[in-house]
């Protein structure tokens, strides 16, 4: 069983950074599609924000590229999103999912992945 703890999240200034964490356990041999999608007050949904898996290029939602990226360090089993320039705008709670793929495809809409952590709050002022 999968398991994924997201950390990181806390107050940033306006046009600064921060790097999410979310650290995974119980992998087996399957690839993974891995995710961030975030969560704002209010909504009931939530928002695709980046994806990666094995053999593709990541792809972001075209409110974070050029600002975000998503990474992984296979070796310890961590998933990162490095946040630059963060604007108010991307005040949000984040979550990181995953879902085991047999190819490389990965959907930006957010049902579509069953594995997901608590989530880390990230708020943003100007």
């Known amino acids: 069983q999968v398991q994924l703890v997201e950390s990181g999240g806390g107050p940033v200034q306006e046009g600064g950074s921060l790097r999410l964490s979310c650290s995974a356990s119980?992998?087996?041999?399957?690839?993974?599609?891995l995710g961030w999608f975030r969560q704002a007050p209010g909504n009931e949904e939530r928002d695709w924000v980046a994806t990666t898996v094995e053999k593709e290029d990541p792809e972001y939602a075209d409110s974070v590229k050029g600002r975000f990226t998503i990474s992984q360090d296979n070796a310890k089993n961590i998933l990162y999103l490095e946040m630059k320039d963060p604007q108010p705008d991307d005040t949000a709670k984040y979550y990181c999912a995953a879902r085991p793929v047999s190819a490389p495809y990965c959907s930006n809409f957010w049902k579509w992945y069953n594995i997901w952590g608590q989530g880390t709050q990230v708020t943003v002022s100007s």
């Open positions: 119980g992998y087996g041999g399957s690839s993974y599609c």
